[in-house]
């Protein structure tokens, strides 16, 4: 009797598990995939992480994940391998970010173009043919308003940027409006500052430890005294994973809604490490900062509707990194 009823309950879990739908990340190497996998795992939900390079099975160690390499821009190739899965939840993160001392290049521009564009639409337009049975995130950026000259933005601000990496993700942005106008649940994620251990070593906290592990007594950085709103990559996923569960699909801010000086992060990495004798300074540059505008997020839509919340401050921040 006892063990009837345990293969009944086996049956019963399968069942219900065989029911869900299944988690695919486009875009399954970068940082947002790693920290969206391992929510995933701790969700008992299953991952397949489309990749360039295929991931070693020992990455996260689980029975729960695999990864998948195929080409995205073919859709005749995407469209048959979306046919083998019965429910689909898609969170569309791949696209190439520049940190603000890089320089965008026609190499960039085109790989994005591919990507936020006819990689997008390849996804989007399997999603219209099947629109109760698959659900996809697009990963916006709040680059889109860096010429918007605002005090903060929401999801009614009129995008306004002068670079072609804001010029792609916006398109994305429309494009998902596109669709999601015809029935299509297809939500957009305005992303804000986000960053983790994982963050490429150009961007300003990495930046900063970076010059201090090379023994720089004077740290650099483009302006001390610029005002970021950022986020744990740990909070702007939990942020997704609640948006992909809602009913109706919409845009959302992702962001702290507070901002922070550059020169106050420094100030913090010095406590934490005990190293008081650094000095900051901005690098001397003749040429004007692309970004004018202060990018504050109101996040008020996406509290209110999903009841998402931070969880981590300055410190938490840059805690994970050291």
């Not at 190439?96 to 994005?112: D, M």
């Not at 990689?119 to 680059?143: D, M, Q």
């Not at 251990?197 to 900063?208: A, N, P, V, W, Y």
Request: aromatic share 10%.
């Amino acid at each position: 009797m006892a063990a009837n009823l345990f293969f009944l309950f086996q049956k019963l879990k399968f069942m219900k598990n065989n029911n869900k739908a299944v988690n695919l990340i486009v875009g399954g190497n970068s940082q947002d995939a790693q920290f969206l996998t391992k929510l995933l795992i701790k969700k008992e939900e299953k991952v397949v992480l489309l990749v360039n390079k295929k991931i070693s099975k020992s990455k996260y160690d689980s029975k729960l994940v695999s990864s998948v390499k195929i080409d995205i821009y073919n859709q005749n190739k995407v469209f048959k391998f979306l046919k083998k899965f019965k429910l689909l939840k898609i969170f569309y993160l791949a696209s190439s970010n520049l940190s603000v001392k890089e320089k965008e290049n026609s190499k960039l521009l085109n790989k994005n173009l591919l990507t936020n564009v006819i990689g997008l639409v390849n996804f989007l337009e399997f999603a219209r043919s099947k629109p109760k049975k698959i659900k996809l995130f697009y990963a916006c950026s709040s680059h889109i308003y860096n010429d918007t000259l605002t005090e903060s933005q929401n999801e009614k601000t009129s995008p306004k940027f002068k670079s072609n990496y804001s010029l792609v993700k916006y398109l994305g942005k429309e494009i998902c409006s596109f669709y999601r106008k015809i029935g299509v649940f297809c939500s957009v994620g305005i992303l804000y500052s986000h960053v983790s251990k994982l963050s490429k070593k150009k961007f300003l906290i990495k930046d900063i430890l970076s010059q201090i592990k090379n023994n720089k007594k004077k740290i650099k950085v483009l302006n001390c005294n610029s005002k970021i709103d950022l986020l744990s990559a740990s909070d702007a996923i939990n942020a997704i994973y609640k948006i992909m569960n809602l009913n109706n699909s919409d845009e959302f801010i992702i962001s702290s809604n507070k901002l922070v000086r550059v020169k106050d992060i420094f100030n913090k990495i010095v406590q934490i490490k005990n190293k008081k004798f650094l000095k900051l300074q901005n690098i001397k540059s003749k040429k004007k900062l692309i970004n004018s505008t202060t990018l504050k997020g109101e996040n008020y839509k996406l509290r209110k509707l999903t009841g998402w919340k931070q969880n981590d401050n300055l410190e938490a921040i840059i805690k994970e990194f050291i």
